[in-house]
């Protein structure tokens, strides 16, 4: 079993930034993917930024150039959030992939006002 916990949500206002951290534990394996996700109200969940097998990252195209994903270690993954929009709102969650099971985060809000 993996537990992961969000952190970092809040309320900003647009054009704003906010820091996401993302903390695994459990039986994590050293080779693993760790991503980010969100869903807003009344739509599907969406990847927002995902780590590659090659260790590249990979954004969604509504985020590309604000948001910058990392890790520090096997166990942290962090989304750092710039210039923020209101169609930005959702709940995000951290996911983790090992190629043998698959484990998401509770989820943290975001709400960017106008």
């Known amino acids: 079993q993996v537990q992961l916990v969000e952190s970092g949500g809040g309320l900003v206002q647009a054009g704003g930034s906010l820091r996401l951290s993302c903390v695994a534990s459990?039986?994590?394996?050293?080779?693993?993917?760790m991503a980010w996700y969100r869903q807003a109200p009344g739509k599907q969940r969406e990847m927002v930024a995902t780590f590659t097998v090659t260790g590249n990252s990979v954004y969604a195209d509504s985020v590309k150039g604000r948001f910058t994903i990392s890790r520090d270690n096997a166990k942290n993954a962090y989304l750092q959030m710039n210039s923020l929009r209101p169609d930005d709102t959702a709940v995000y969650y951290c996911?983790?992939?090992?190629?043998?099971?698959?484990?998401w985060g509770q989820g943290t809000q975001v709400t960017v006002s106008a």
């Open positions: 459990g039986s994590i394996r050293n080779f693993n993917i």
């Open positions: 996911f983790y992939n090992d190629h043998n099971e698959q484990y």
